[in-house]
């Protein structure tokens, strides 16, 4: 059903998500920063939609919270890997994936897709945990995935350095975007 | 879309429910996110979900089914004309017993919330680990009984209370009249 724009036009309404920040890969870069992350919301989401230049089809998505490299954290998954549903575990990594991201090794435009939401961010007496979905089809193979991570830290969220396996850089045409999400009185 | 926030609700360390009552039919969706943690003593501290103060006999009049992972098996379950979507099994809810600190995640998707012609089928997206254990959810759960438009919706933690810290916020959605967007 063809649908026509012409009569639409921006809301003046403002509402809860809001974007922070927004980044395109070059092809030069392994690394992702998005700091001096507002304290105003009370979620943050990021939205990416990545291939590493690592070769291999498909290579970890990483976030560090406030580029954090030495806290360890742990993670409870569960994927699809068009055979098998499988979950898994990491604990006592200072390096812990949130997902997987599409690789070099894939068929050329293929990038995969992965959401991270933290909730209640910038509370400082609470662990943060983050829930990511991470979607990867290769056509005929290819990972989906569902994980919860705990970055066992007090600290407020302020900034995420996103990252992939090895440190390999993000390939031209990754996008990577940043929104916070506001309740009632933000 | 465009999302707003409707009402936030924070736990208080002694109420096992938390209840958005009168929740405006002006939306297209809802969305309620949760930060938990339960004050009970039981390690699958789970929780219940149920609308318009629908817990009643002969209770029946629900059904959900959930796929989860506990770091070590990728199950499927579910259950049919029961009293309650039941979300959050085995371990996706902290309780008393896990450090302190350590807070479940819980998104909840509503869609068509107002329509009166369909069943309401939601979407629950679960998760919590513990450095060693906890598990990571997808629960679909559905009132099968009525079809009338969501106006409330509780939320209940199985074996306890929710711990301070905990905080429920609702959205509504929105969508373009014109592209549906």
Not at chain 1, 4 to 10: D, E, N
Request: net charge neutral.
């Amino acid at each position: 059903m063809p649908v026509s724009l012409a009569s639409t036009s921006a809301s003046s309404m403002h509402g809860a998500v809001v974007p922070i920040a927004y980044a395109t890969a070059s092809g030069s870069s392994s690394s992702i920063i998005f700091s001096s992350i507002p304290q105003v919301y009370q979620d943050l989401m990021l939205v990416c939609y990545s291939r590493s230049a690592q070769a291999v089809t498909q290579p970890q998505f990483y976030c560090f919270e406030n580029s954090d490299f030495t806290t360890l954290r742990s993670n409870t998954i569960l994927y699809g890997n068009g055979t098998s549903a499988i979950s898994a575990r990491n604990t006592g990594s200072t390096a812990i994936p949130s997902g997987w991201t599409a690789g070099a090794s894939a068929t050329s435009g293929i990038f995969g897709s992965t959401e991270v939401y933290w909730l209640n961010y910038s509370n400082t007496s609470t662990y943060k945990t983050s829930l990511s979905r991470s979607a990867g089809d290769l056509n005929g193979s290819g990972i989906t995935s569902l994980q919860v991570k705990l970055w066992p830290s007090t600290s407020a969220i302020t900034s995420i350095l996103i990252s992939n396996d090895a440190n390999n850089n993000w390939s031209t045409g990754s996008t990577f975007a940043l929104y916070g999400v506001r309740t009632v009185n933000q | 879309m465009s999302m707003f926030p409707i009402a936030s609700q924070l736990g208080n360390g002694s109420s096992s429910d938390i209840a958005f009552t009168n929740i405006p039919q002006t939306f297209t969706h809802l969305q309620l996110r949760m930060f938990h943690r339960s004050t009970g003593s039981n390690s699958g501290a789970f929780q219940f979900m149920y609308f318009n103060g629908i817990y009643t006999s002969p209770y029946n009049q629900y059904a959900w089914h959930r796929l989860y992972g506990d770091g070590s098996s990728a199950v499927a379950t579910g259950a049919a004309s029961t009293s309650r979507i039941e979300f959050s099994y085995p371990y996706g809810q902290p309780y008393s017993s896990d450090t302190a600190g350590i807070f479940g995640v819980t998104i909840v998707d509503i869609l068509d919330y107002t329509n009166t012609n369909k069943n309401k089928t939601v979407k629950i997206l679960n998760g919590a680990d513990k450095n060693g254990s906890g598990s990571v959810s997808l629960t679909s759960g559905m009132i099968q009984s009525t079809t009338a438009a969501i106006t409330q919706i509780d939320i209940l933690d199985a074996y306890g209370a929710y711990a301070i810290g905990s905080r429920f916020d609702l959205y509504g959605i929105t969508t373009s009249s014109t592209t549906g967007a």
